[in-house]
C-alpha cells in the first residue's frame, strides 16, 4: 500500500463495508486531527476512557493490531505469555506507513480482513457501554457499541494491558 491519503480512505471504506455487511450500527464523527488517542478524546469531546487505541506491535517474527481502551498501555510480558513469544515491539512509524499506509493516530482496531493481521482486543475495550475508534484517519471516529465491534471484528479477546 502506498502512503497517499487514498490509502488511508481505503482503509476507512474497508471498515464501513465490514460493519454494514454485518448489520452493526455506528455512527460516523468527523473532527480536527488528532494524532494519538488523547488528542482524539479531546477532538470528540469525548471521555479517554470511551476511547479504543489500536497498536500494531510485532510479537516473535508475527505483526498484530492489538485494540485496548485509550486510558489503558499494553503490558507486554502478558502478550509474551500469552502468545508463547520472547520479544515483542511496538511497529516503526516506517513499518506501519509501509504494511498499512497509515501513520501512527490512524490505525483502527481491525485486523483481517480491513487490515492484514491478527486482530487482539483487551477486554477494556469491551467493557465499556460504547467505544470511539479513530477509522484510519486523523480527522474520523466511529462510535459504535463494543458488542457490535466485537461481532463484526472478531478478536481474539484476553488481558494484556497495565
Known amino acids: 500500500m502506498g502512503g497517499s491519503s487514498a490509502s488511508d480512505l481505503a482503509v476507512f471504506e474497508r471498515i464501513v463495508e465490514l460493519l454494514r455487511a454485518r448489520?452493526?450500527?455506528f455512527e460516523l464523527l468527523e473532527h480536527p486531527a488528532a494524532a494519538t488517542a488523547r488528542e482524539a478524546a479531546a477532538a470528540r469531546g469525548t471521555e479517554?476512557?470511551?476511547g479504543t487505541k489500536a497498536i500494531l506491535f510485532k510479537y516473535g517474527k508475527e505483526l498484530g493490531v492489538f485494540a485496548m481502551s485509550a486510558d489503558r498501555a499494553v503490558h507486554s510480558?502478558?502478550?509474551?505469555?500469552?502468545?508463547g513469544v520472547q520479544r515483542t515491539?511496538?511497529?516503526t512509524a516506517a513499518e506501519l506507513r509501509e504494511l498499512t499506509g497509515l501513520a501512527p493516530g490512524e490505525v483502527p482496531p481491525f485486523g483481517e480482513p480491513v487490515l492484514p493481521f491478527p486482530l487482539y482486543a483487551d477486554p477494556s475495550v469491551l467493557e465499556r457501554?460504547?467505544?470511539l475508534f479513530?477509522?484510519?484517519?486523523?480527522?474520523?471516529s466511529i462510535r459504535m457499541a463494543p458488542r457490535d465491534y466485537e461481532a463484526a471484528a472478531k478478536p481474539r479477546v484476553f488481558r494484556f494491558v497495565r
Open 129 to 131: 457501554p460504547t467505544m
Open 23 to 25: 448489520g452493526c450500527p
Open 77 to 83: 510480558a502478558r502478550i509474551r505469555r500469552a502468545l
Open 89 to 91: 515491539r511496538f511497529a
Open 134 to 140: 479513530t477509522a484510519g484517519s486523523r480527522t474520523r
Open 48 to 50: 479517554l476512557a470511551l
